[in-house]
């Protein structure tokens, strides 16, 4: 077996791991359960498109119907219908749009390698605020024009709720993208002390 096929046979565990803990985080954060903690959703998404953007055509439907299934169960949970539920207007369909924007941000941070320096985690900011912004952009915005829970939309009044409520939802997201960060450089570094040793070794 050759160093590529072993670092193949390898990305298939990692990638089904990363994809369990995704799931995992999604829906034990979707369901709001626990008030203290946030929704993971829009770092999910972000995180998936980082780190599974190679398995995009399964990954992400999968996190899709997942998420949809999750608010499903809370709405059912409430004794309420879904399809008669406020939020579940013709805009929530947009989500799958302004979720491909949170997975197209993680994937472009994927496009160079994961290096622990300065670029990278320009790079990184830079993509988790432009990805939030326009899945804001998009969610927010066909809530506000398409699902008539806004009885007079204007363009003052849907500005006021964007920039109202993308702080706080850019926030949630950022401390989740950081958490990973840190995570993925832990990693990073016991993976090169375990190598280095066994270089030594040999």
């Given amino acids: ?95 799958i749009g302004a979720y491909l924007l949170l997975w197209a941000g993680g994937a ?14 320009g790079r990184l900011a830079l993509a988790v605020v432009a990805s939030a912004a326009a899945c804001q952009l998009v969610a927010q915005g066909s809530f506000y024009w398409i699902s008539a829970s806004v009885a007079a939309p204007t363009v003052a009044g849907w500005w006021k709720n964007y920039t109202d409520w993308l702080p706080a939802y850019l926030g949630t997201m950022a401390l989740y993208v950081a958490l990973a960060a840190a995570l993925h450089a832990a990693a990073l570094q016991l993976t090169t002390a375990a190598a280095q040793r066994r270089g030594r070794i040999a």
């Fill in 1 to 95: 077996m050759t160093s590529t096929d072993r670092a193949a046979s390898a990305a298939v565990p990692t990638a089904a791991l990363i994809f369990a803990a995704l799931a995992v985080l999604l829906a034990a954060t979707r369901v709001h359960h626990f008030a203290a903690i946030p929704d993971a959703s829009w770092a999910v998404f972000f995180l998936g498109g980082l780190y599974l953007h190679r398995h995009a055509r399964r990954a992400f439907p999968a996190l899709m119907a997942l998420a949809v299934l999750v608010d499903w169960a809370v709405i059912r949970g409430q004794g309420l219908s879904f399809w008669q539920h406020y939020c579940v207007s013709p805009a929530y369909w947009c989500l």
């Fill in 108 to 121: 472009w941070v994927a496009r160079r390698p994961l290096a622990l320096d300065l670029r990278t985690l």
